[in-house]
């Protein structure tokens, strides 16, 4: 369950980090609540899987899928860079979040 919840609270990065793009630097206050509510479902959820898991790995994870959604994210919906190098490093956090999984099942 805290794996569930960890994967969860990371996807919820892509929103916030998405919606607050969207805010335009909290002028547009419908996307900045968003992205502020998402953040801190994002950080309890965090929170609830630390109770099991080992902070160290939690938090790479939370922070690397985050990172991994909100790049894919941008390569998709923002026509950023999807060069070989950049998708090979994005590639290279999903594996290192696999191998954490399985290190520390």
Known sequence: MAWLLLVVAAGLELIWATALERSDGFTRPWPALLGV???ALSLVLLT?????LP???AYAVWVGLGA???AVAGIIALGESAAPARLACLALI???VVGLRLLDG
Not at 48 to 52: H, K
């Open 94 to 96: 999903v594996l290192g």
């Open 48 to 52: 609830f899987a630390l109770r099991s």
């Open 68 to 70: 991994v959604g909100v």
């Open 37 to 39: 509510s998402a953040a």
């Open 55 to 57: 902070m160290g790995t």
